[in-house]
């Protein structure tokens, strides 16, 4: 059982470069989600997707864009990429009980560096 | 809007000590609230939750936890700390009728031989 998997797991740009990370998860949740993680500052909601056909904004959205291509499918792009988007992206997905986030579910994490 | 504090971003102890980790948070309504740990070069899994059924929660690997309203905290204990429990730990709370999970900034976990 798979669970959560990002690719890539690495990724070196140059400020200016664009670039998409991808999310699949093969638990047939509702809900998935892009966070990242800085020292000191914990994780960052930067979009969620609370099921499939809708996306939404977090704390940190600016400078990214998202697509829920379906169920399983959650990418992540960045247009032009800049220093400060240097980084760890986690991707996450959860089945949204209710009203109500319930567990998050995370892949191992993408390290992004922008030069 | 929802917040979590964590007191201490490092804590050490000594292997076979008592481990606590403190949490609190601010929420207009009661929470779900979460406890999550990243080892190194990992995502993060979940240790624990607290979904309103039991004021003290066990988790995985020893841990509990101890929900109480009166002062807003969440704290994180295991009786005797084990070299493996190094690692990052989060607290995390969930907002209502929504889809956001705010965390901590996180408190890492040094366990001394």
């Known amino acids: 059982n798979a669970g959560v998997t990002q690719t890539p797991k690495f990724q070196v740009l140059k400020t200016g470069q664009s670039m998409t990370l991808q999310c699949a998860q093969d638990m047939n949740h509702n809900s998935m989600y892009w966070y990242r993680q800085d020292p000191g500052m914990g994780l960052r909601l930067i979009y969620y997707s609370a099921s499939e056909g809708t996306t939404d904004k977090g704390e940190v959205p600016n400078g990214y864009n998202v697509s829920r291509l379906n169920k399983r499918e959650f990418s992540l792009r960045l247009e032009s990429a800049a220093p400060s988007q240097t980084s760890v992206y986690f991707c996450?997905?959860?089945?949204?009980?209710?009203?109500?986030?319930?567990?998050?579910?995370f892949g191992e994490g993408s390290r992004l560096t922008v030069l | 809007a929802q917040s979590v504090t964590q007191l201490g971003s490092h804590v050490s102890v000594s292997e076979g000590a008592l481990v606590l980790l403190r949490c609190n948070y601010s929420?207009?309504?009661?929470?779900?609230l979460f406890w999550y740990v990243q080892y190194p070069n990992q995502g993060l899994q979940l240790l624990l939750k607290?979904?309103?059924?039991?004021?003290l929660v066990k988790g995985i690997n020893g841990f509990e936890a101890e929900f109480k309203k009166s002062e807003t905290s969440f704290h994180l204990t295991k009786p005797s700390a084990h070299m493996s429990d190094a690692a990052e730990y989060f607290c995390?709370?969930?907002?209502?009728?929504?889809?956001?999970?705010?965390f901590g900034a996180g408190t890492r976990l040094f366990v001394k031989a």
């Open positions: 929420s207009s309504v009661p929470p779900y």
């Open positions: 995390a709370v969930s907002e209502t009728g929504g889809f956001k999970t705010i």
């Open positions: 996450a997905s959860s089945e949204a009980v209710g009203t109500r986030t319930g567990e998050l579910f």
């Open positions: 607290y979904t309103s059924a039991a004021t």
